[in-house]
C-alpha cells in the first residue's frame, strides 16, 4: 500500500478513536453520577446514559448533509470540535441537565463521524485494500474504548467524588490533537468530482494515493459512473431497496447482538456476577484488550477471507458465547467463568461485526448517494443502541429491575437474535471484497 494513503486513511480513522473513548468512557462515570445526582432510573437511562447516543442519533441520520455540501474533510474537522465541547462541558457540568445537554454535543460528534469517516477512507483506498483500510476506523474504536477502560480505572480514586470529572474531561487532549491532524489530508476524489465537479482538483488527490499513470483511468471510470446518473438521486426511489436493505439489516443485527449493553454497562453486570467495584472495572480491562487483539485479526483477515466470512464466524461465536454467560447467570456459575465468555462474546463480535460493519455499508451504495446511504445504515445502528440503552436500568436497576435478580434472559434473548443474524449472513448477504466501488454499485442497484 502507498504508505501515503496509509498515513491519511489513519488520520481519518482517528475520529473512531474518539468515538470509541466517547462512548465508554461513561460506563466508569455511571454509578458515581447516579449516587451524585440520585436520579430516577428511567431518567438515568433517558438522560444521562443514553443522551450521547440519542445525538448520535441525530449526528448519523444528518451526517450526510455536511459531508455532501462541505465535504467529508471540512465534516472530520468539525467532529473534532464537537468531541473537545462535549468533553470540557461534561466534565464541567453542574448538574444533569447540563450533563446531559454536552453529552448530547459528544453524540452528534460520534454519529457524525460514523458516516464521514467510513465514506472518506472507502473513497480514497483501492479495491485490494479497502478492507483494511476501512477496518482501521473500527480498530480505533476499539482502541478508544481500550484506553477508557484504561483510564476509567488509574483515574478512579485519583479526585475522590470528582473522578468521575477526570474521566470525561481527559477526552479533550486527543479530540484536540485529531482536530489540528485532520487539516492535514486532502479532500475525496470522488466527492470532488461527484459534488463540486473539480476534476483538477481530484485528479490530483488521486496522484497522491495512487500514481499519475493510473490517476487519469481512475478519475475517467468516477466520471463514467456519474454520466449514469446525471439525474438528481434520491435515497429511497425504489433502485437502491437491495443496498437500502442490507445496511438496515447489519445495523440492527450489530445492536441486537447486546454489544454496547455489554460494553457501556460492563463494571455493572461483573458485579452482579460477583466481582467487587474495583475488580469489576479492572475486569473491563480485559474486555478493551481481547476487543483490541481481535479486532486486528479481523482488519488482517477481512481482504483475505472477505466480509461475509468474518461474520459467519462471529455469528458462531455470538450464540455460544451468549447462551453460555445466559446460562451462567441462570446457574449461578463462577464469575471467572462467566468473565470467560463474555471475553469470547467480546472476541466473537471484534472479528465479525466489528470489522465488517462500518466497511460494508461504505462500499454497497454508488457514489452519488453514498453519503445519504451511510446515514440511513448507521442510523438504524444507532436508534437500536440509543433505545437498548434507554431501557437498560428499566431491567437492570437495583430495585425497580425486570431482571434485577437475574439477567440471564436479556443473553438468551441476544443469542437467538444472533441465530437470525446467522441466517441473514447465509441467504443474503453479499461478498464485497476485491471489488471496486463503481462495479459494486452495479452489482447492487436495479
Not at 13 to 22: E, P, R
Not at 52 to 72: E, F, H, M
Amino acid at each position: 500500500m502507498n504508505s501515503k494513503i496509509i498515513r491519511i486513511a489513519l488520520t481519518a480513522a482517528l475520529a473512531g478513536f474518539l468515538f470509541g473513548f466517547d462512548t465508554v468512557v461513561i460506563s466508569g462515570a455511571n454509578l458515581p453520577i447516579k449516587q451524585l445526582w440520585n436520579t430516577s432510573p428511567w431518567f438515568h437511562g433517558t438522560f444521562i446514559m443514553s443522551m450521547a447516543l440519542w445525538g448520535t442519533v441525530v449526528g448519523s441520520l444528518l451526517g450526510n448533509i455536511p459531508c455532501d455540501k462541505i465535504g467529508r474533510k471540512k465534516t472530520l474537522f468539525w467532529i473534532g470540535v464537537l468531541y473537545f465541547i462535549s468533553a470540557l462541558g461534561s466534565a464541567l457540568a453542574h448538574d444533569p441537565y447540563l450533563f446531559s445537554f454536552f453529552r448530547f454535543i459528544g453524540g452528534l460528534g460520534v454519529g457524525a463521524s460514523s458516516v464521514a469517516a467510513p465514506i472518506y477512507i472507502s473513497e480514497i483506498s483501492s479495491a485490494e485494500n479497502r478492507g483494511k483500510l476501512g477496518a482501521s476506523y473500527q480498530f480505533n474504536i476499539v482502541f478508544g474504548i481500550f484506553v477508557a477502560f484504561i483510564s476509567n480505572y488509574f483515574l478512579k480514586g485519583f479526585d475522590g467524588i470528582n473522578d468521575w470529572r477526570w474521566m470525561l474531561g481527559v477526552e479533550a487532549i486527543p479530540a484536540l490533537i485529531y482536530t489540528i491532524m485532520v487539516l492535514q489530508i486532502p479532500n475525496s476524489p470522488r466527492w470532488l468530482a461527484f459534488v463540486k465537479n473539480d476534476d483538477d482538483s481530484a485528479l490530483k488527490v488521486l496522484e497522491i494515493i495512487s500514481s499519475k499513470t493510473l490517476a487519469f483511468a481512475k478519475l475517467k471510470e468516477i466520471k463514467a459512473s456519474m454520466q449514469q446518473n446525471l439525474s438528481k438521486e434520491k435515497l429511497f426511489n425504489g433502485r437502491y431497496n437491495k443496498p437500502i436493505l442490507l445496511a438496515f439489516l447489519i445495523s440492527f443485527f450489530n445492536q441486537l447482538s447486546g454489544i454496547n449493553f455489554v460494553l457501556y454497562y460492563a463494571p455493572e453486570i461483573l458485579e452482579r456476577a460477583g466481582l467487587g467495584g474495583e475488580d469489576s472495572l479492572f475486569a473491563s480491562i480485559s474486555i478493551g484488550i481481547i476487543n483490541l487483539i481481535f479486532t486486528l485479526v479481523g482488519v488482517w483477515l477481512i481482504d483475505q477471507l472477505g466480509r461475509k466470512q468474518l461474520m459467519f464466524i462471529g455469528s458462531i461465536g455470538y450464540i455460544i458465547s451468549l447462551s453460555m454467560v445466559g446460562w451462567c447467570f441462570y446457574t449461578g456459575a463462577s464469575s471467572t467463568l462467566l468473565l470467560t465468555f463474555v471475553l469470547v462474546f467480546i472476541a466473537s463480535h471484534a472479528i465479525g461485526q466489528g470489522a465488517v460493519i462500518w466497511v460494508f455499508i461504505s462500499e454497497i451504495f454508488p457514489n452519488k448517494i453514498r453519503a445519504g446511504g451511510q446515514s440511513w445504515g448507521t442510523g438504524v445502528h444507532w436508534v437500536f443502541a440509543a433505545i437498548i440503552t434507554l431501557i437498560t436500568p428499566i431491567f437492570l436497576d437495583s430495585e425497580s429491575g425486570i431482571f434485577k435478580d437475574n439477567p440471564w434472559p436479556i443473553f438468551m434473548f441476544f443469542a437467538f437474535m444472533m441465530v437470525l443474524q446467522l441466517a441473514f449472513v447465509k441467504f443474503m448477504m453479499p461478498e464485497t471484497k476485491g471489488v471496486e466501488l463503481e462495479e459494486l454499485s452495479k452489482r447492487l442497484s436495479k
